[in-house]
């Protein structure tokens, strides 16, 4: 389980949970495979290898270098929640959540009135704007 934390205050006295993850919520997919290549009739037999998706942000991780499917998917996971990709979706899933990220939105709806565009067209070589 991955929990995110809000910090309150100056310390790490108040925190408050955001939200978490985990595999048994449905947060994660999870899909086995034979990993193949070396290791002989033992890989090509059992389902050794981890395919992690996280389906919120389509991030994936895969992990083959073990013989055992459980390291295999510690593996993986730990390799999903230190791609930059996962990390973007975690910080931007917080700022939504605290309500953050609706202040932005509005800030560039309002930057993009009409008022404050200046549209521009190209005729016989040169820029004028549009009225």
């Known amino acids: ?3 995110v934390f809000s910090l309150q205050g100056g310390g790490m006295s108040k925190r408050e949970l955001l939200f978490s993850l985990s595999k048994d919520s449905g947060d994660f997919k999870v899909d086995t495979f034979k990993a193949g290549g070396k290791g002989g009739q033992h890989q090509n ?3 050794s290898g981890a395919r992690i ?23 993986a996971f730990k390799i999903l929640i230190n791609k930059p990709e996962f990390k973007s979706w975690v910080r ?3 700022a939504r959540r605290q309500g953050k990220l609706q202040n932005i939105e509005k800030k560039i709806e309002k930057s993009l009135e009409d008022h404050n565009l200046k549209v521009e067209y190209k005729e016989d070589g040169k820029w004028k704007e549009k009225q």
């Open 45 to 47: 037999k059992t389902d």
């Open 92 to 94: 931007i899933e917080a």
């Open 53 to 75: 998706t996280h389906l919120s942000s389509g991030c994936v991780a895969t992990s083959r270098t073990d013989r055992s499917q459980k390291r295999n998917i510690k593996i």
């Open 1 to 3: 389980m991955l929990g």
